[in-house]
């Protein structure tokens, strides 16, 4: 493991991938920005909401030392259940993992950013299995609980490596806009 | 590679499915399937439509910027309300760097594997291949040393069995045929790519906000403040990091991308020959120069049979003749509803039956144009351009038939371009021509600011009356448009009508099949184990759904499911 507290900055991503307009898919998003407003990090934290990317992953990963990527995954196991994998047990196809369908985006781009010469150092995978992933549903309880779990891991995972990260003091609020219900109503509140 | 098959409400990038029948070694029949609901407009009802391009935006994860774009010019278009030139602009040069990324990555990362056969990198003589890249192109990349580099890792690669990664790679495949190498030059700006991706990135992230879902868009202009004496605004200094991005790209789009599409269709001129389809082309106009949209860079046109000759210009945006072309037809997709039904007054209510060949077999609705299915996508654009006689597209169009027949390919004429591999060749001409806008509308942007004009927003106000609007944009996949009616101030109906609903129509009521459909008839398939052919043109069309690949023989027995993606 690289680095520690003292040693020189590392670039961290912290990543959220996943459609907010689909339920339970949503979750990657939804772990960042809770994350986010929970957590307070260092200048080299990039916390970002990449939405459903495809290959266009492999810049925003490029050459970090450390990416922890929140997202769905189709594991066989009950819904809401956290499931946490390194990168190495993604790219072997060690794990029974099965994200959602940007897996073939995530799983590529590794792959070339490691022939590249420019993949993460390390890379974890903060997973939940989803409930229902419907249009416009919002979230499952089994999900919604679980996240709030899944932020202080991403939390952990970070000062386990002595990356600046502390829990704020005052909580900021945080923005899920795709969950504003009453749609009419939604911009007269902006 | 696993694939996930969830029910089709699931997921948004959505699932095509190409089923083809092979006979003789060539396709006889073909059905494109987008086997995901497409529905996701429903979400829309009711909201306020200046709050839309946030929603639309998340509609695809790969082309996010132009469903924001789309959808304000949708509802500036109801309102009849013009934008401010910067804000054009600013517009125009997210649109530019978002296009000249996705091209780039189309090329090499989603489609070069189709044409390169990596493990024969190993008998390439880099020296040589250093000799041959530096005849065609002056690409910094192309050097002895950083070719033996790249040929030092695909050992590595190939030592350590690694080379899986690349799931879709058919190695070894009869329809493989560029010399060691090429294969090198080509991989070795596969992995040069990613290097210009990340540029274009970093434009759209500092005009755009963030990238990739911006967050500066407004309906009536950009949210951008401009204060060329504030750090915390778009001045100089942010200006200037634009400019060198775009600069720092345009090598790359003109020397190494450009040139290997030319390598490679110099190196596989049959693929002139195969994927023509139904030669019906749609182009809109875009990239606007003036407030009220009245000049734009890019022209559209319509092309019916192939015929450049007669083709139809569209103008601009409020082209009255193509609002009331366009119609979807759901006959064989999986939506109620009777007889092609024109976008504004379009319903989006499901109706699942299964894939059935002669039935409904499709999410993705049949647009038509006067009753036709049109190819839309840059083979579309750059017709269109030629036929008009607009000088970029003349210029670099003219450039590489020039540099095809130099290196002892075909010599090929605008009818040629309507194929496989003028697609792909096509997608290059108009990366160079947008290479070249990118630079032009930075120097309308700073120029316009340096007199003094700091305005990117003009207010809108909503009637309570119900008006309609269409956004229109050529983005990378093709023309993208979005049909809006706003009630009492929310959207009361909301269609997008994408490039890929174009593209990978189903059959309409009349059973004339769509543009992948039709294109693929004829194909050659030489092993139908294999159907590395029939990724080609599909691939030619950059479909942006990770889709599956179904061969079957004459009788029926599928012979491989392959992933496509």
């Not at chain 1, 991503?13 to 990657?28: K, R």
């Not at chain 1, 991403?154 to 502390?166: F, N, P, W, Y």
Request: charged share 20%; proline share 6%.
């Amino acid at each position: 493991m690289k680095a520690g507290a003292g040693a020189s900055p590392q670039r961290t991503c912290v990543v959220g991938i996943g459609n907010v307009l689909l339920g339970d898919d949503g979750f990657g998003p939804l772990a960042v920005e809770m994350f986010r407003c929970k957590y307070e990090c260092g200048p080299n934290v990039e916390i970002l909401d990449l939405g459903t990317p495809g290959l266009d992953l492999a810049p925003y990963i490029y050459a970090a030392d450390l990416v922890i990527l929140a997202d769905a995954v189709d594991a066989q196991e009950k819904p809401g259940t956290l499931c946490i994998y390194c990168g190495d047990e993604l790219l072997a196809r060690q794990a029974q993992l099965r994200l959602t369908a940007h897996d073939p985006g995530v799983r590529e781009s590794l792959a070339l950013l490691r022939l590249a010469g420019h993949a993460p150092a390390e890379l974890i995978i903060i997973g939940v299995v989803p409930e229902s992933c419907g249009l416009g549903k919002g979230f499952s309880p089994s999900v919604l609980s679980t996240s709030s779990v899944a932020v202080d891991n991403i939390a952990r995972l970070l000062v386990e490596r002595g990356i600046d990260c502390r829990r704020r003091h005052v909580p900021v609020q945080p923005n899920l806009w795709w969950l504003s219900g009453e749609r009419s109503e939604s911009v007269a509140s902006r | 590679m696993a694939r996930i098959s969830i029910d089709p409400i699931t997921r948004i990038e959505g699932h095509l499915r190409i089923d083809v029948e092979v006979d003789r070694g060539a396709v006889q029949k073909a059905w494109a399937s987008c086997t995901m609901w497409r529905g996701i407009e429903t979400i829309l009802l009711g909201r306020d439509p200046r709050e839309g391009w946030i929603f639309t935006q998340r509609f695809c994860g790969v082309c996010t910027t132009v469903h924001a774009i789309a959808s304000v010019r949708a509802v500036e278009d109801a309102l009849q309300l013009e934008i401010p030139p910067n804000a054009q602009y600013i517009r125009n040069l997210i649109l530019i760097a978002h296009a000249m990324h996705d091209h780039i990555v189309h090329f090499y990362q989603l489609s070069a594997l189709d044409w390169v056969d990596v493990p024969t990198i190993l008998k390439a003589d880099p020296a040589r291949a250093a000799s041959i890249a530096d005849s065609v192109g002056s690409w910094e990349g192309n050097s002895h040393r950083r070719l033996q580099d790249v040929q030092d890792k695909v050992k590595g690669l190939v030592a350590s069995g690694q080379l899986g990664i690349f799931s879709n790679g058919y190695w070894g495949h009869p329809a493989m045929r560029l010399s060691p190498e090429l294969n090198l030059i080509l991989f070795a700006h596969y992995l040069q790519a990613l290097d210009f991706q990340r540029k274009s990135n970093q434009v759209v992230g500092i005009l755009g906000g963030k990238t990739p879902h911006i967050q500066n868009m407004a309906v009536g202009g950009v949210m951008n403040a401009i204060n060329l004496n504030s750090l915390a605004t778009l001045n100089m200094d942010r200006l200037g990091m634009v400019q060198s991005l775009l600069q720092e790209t345009l090598p790359f789009v003109q020397q190494a991308y450009f040139v290997d599409a030319c390598l490679l269709g110099a190196s596989y001129p049959e693929w002139f020959r195969y994927g023509r389809g139904l030669a019906n082309y749609l182009a809109v106009p875009d990239l606007p120069v003036d407030a009220k949209a009245t000049q734009l860079d890019l022209p559209g046109g319509v092309i019916l049979d192939g015929d450049l000759g007669s083709m139809r210009p569209i103008k601009d945006w409020r082209d009255q003749a193509l609002r009331a072309a366009v119609a979807e037809d759901v006959t064989h997709a999986w939506y109620q509803g009777e007889g092609p039904q024109p976008p504004w007054q379009g319903k989006t209510d499901p109706d699942y039956t299964d894939f059935q060949d002669g039935g409904k077999y499709s999410w993705v609705k049949a647009p038509r144009y006067n009753g036709h299915p049109m190819e839309v996508g840059p083979l579309a654009t750059v017709l269109v351009g030629y036929a008009s006689g607009h000088p970029l597209t003349r210029k670099w169009t003219d450039d590489a038939f020039k540099r095809i027949s130099s290196l002892r390919g075909p010599n090929l004429t605008p009818k040629d371009m309507q194929s496989t591999m003028g697609r792909y060749l096509a997608r290059a001409i108009r990366a160079a021509v947008l290479s070249e806008l990118a630079l032009k509308h930075w120097d309308l942007l700073s120029s316009n600011i340096l007199k003094g004009d700091a305005t990117t927003y003009n207010a809108p106000q909503f009637p309570q009356q119900q008006i309609t609007g269409l956004g229109l944009h050529e983005a990378p996949r093709g023309t993208l448009s979005h049909w809006v009616v706003i009630d009492k101030g929310v959207f009361s109906n909301y269609q997008a009508v994408v490039p890929s609903t174009w593209n990978a129509s189903p059959r309409d009521q009349k059973g004339v099949p769509g543009p992948y459909e039709n294109s693929l008839l004829a194909n050659p398939v030489a092993d139908p184990s294999k159907p590395l052919e029939v990724l080609r043109t599909v691939h030619s069309f950059d479909p942006c759904m990770a889709c599956a690949c179904h061969t079957f023989d004459a009788s029926g027995r599928e012979i491989a499911q392959v992933k496509v993606l």
